[in-house]
């Protein structure tokens, strides 16, 4: 995919061979009616990707959305995420999910099963995280998910998977932004046909006082989330932009109507600071084997 030729409409294709929509909206942090109407906004505005997670407590939220936009299920790509803690339990969880998305189905409006499924985190031991990993897969040959995938593993969490012998996730989800880049993790995902996703995009604002953000914004004549989800987007990324907001909600997706330049984007690689620069704390963490 060209990064000239981007539209809200791009999409990428999976290991799975399901389609990914380019653009995903966050719902972290999102709770209650606050979700239904967020989740709304974006669709209204033209996402196809929601990105949700049992942790954050709003998967039926986002099925309630979904049921009240008028569009048809194919066409909304959702994800949801396991926590490592509950690695012997994926099988229930995953149903526990499968129920909550169900929650508001109607005559006109079936839900099935999510597009993506995630492990959120991988702070377990590895013969746990490997079983968890073999669980996963199954509940996907068991038809209870399309695709399957993990977020926020380091290298060496990837490679004890290919080390297993078992089966590469198709997505890695990541913090991701121009000042946390992670890219050896980036580099041996891309290599292997790992699409990248990247939350924290927008980097919840803490360095939109950075000179060299300031000075773009006023190049492109645009506001600095839109620098950051381009810069995701040129990059080959997945960003998962968040707000509560409707008028952010939409605004973070106006952002094909501009290219950063290659002089502009070799400034903003190197506004990189490793680990240093993350600002959640999911990152992968040093002291997880």
């Given at each position: 995919?060209e ?111 999510p597009?993506?499924?995630?492990i ?58 121009p ?7 980036v580099?041996w ?47 080959g ?53």
């Open positions: 995919m990064s000239e030729h981007l539209s809200i409409h791009s999409v990428k294709e999976l290991l799975s061979g399901e389609k990914i929509p380019a653009l995903g909206f966050g719902v972290y942090r999102n709770q209650g009616p606050t979700v239904v109407s967020a989740c709304s906004a974006a669709l209204e505005a033209g996402y196809r990707h929601i990105d949700s997670a049992q942790l954050y407590g709003n998967e039926m939220e986002v099925a309630e959305a979904l049921s009240k936009s008028g569009l048809k299920r194919e066409e909304v790509f959702i994800t949801t995420k396991i926590l490592s803690k509950d690695w012997n339990n994926v099988a229930s969880c995953v149903q526990g999910s499968l129920q909550r998305f169900s929650a508001h189905d109607t005559d006109g409006f079936t839900f099935g099963v597009d993506l499924l995630l959120h985190d991988p702070r377990i031991n590895p013969e746990d995280r490997l079983s968890m990993w073999k669980d996963v897969l199954k509940a996907r040959d068991d038809g209870f998910v399309k695709s399957v995938g993990v977020s926020n593993f380091a290298v060496r969490h990837l490679e004890q998977i290919v080390a297993a012998g078992l089966e590469l996730p198709v997505v890695n989800q990541i913090e991701l932004h000042f946390c880049q992670r890219r050896d993790i580099e995902c891309t290599k292997r046909c790992i699409v990248v996703e990247a939350y924290c995009p927008l980097v919840r604002g803490k360095y939109w006082d950075n000179p060299t953000l300031l000075n773009l914004s006023n190049k492109y004549q645009r506001d600095i989330g839109h620098i950051l989800v381009r810069w995701s987007l040129q990059k990324h997945i960003p998962l932009p968040k707000s509560s907001q409707p008028h952010r909600i939409k605004s973070n997706a106006n952002v094909y109507d501009f290219h950063i330049t290659i002089e502009d984007m070799e400034a903003l690689d190197a506004l990189d600071e490793g680990d240093n620069g993350a600002i959640a704390g999911w990152n992968p963490p040093l002291n997880v084997p």
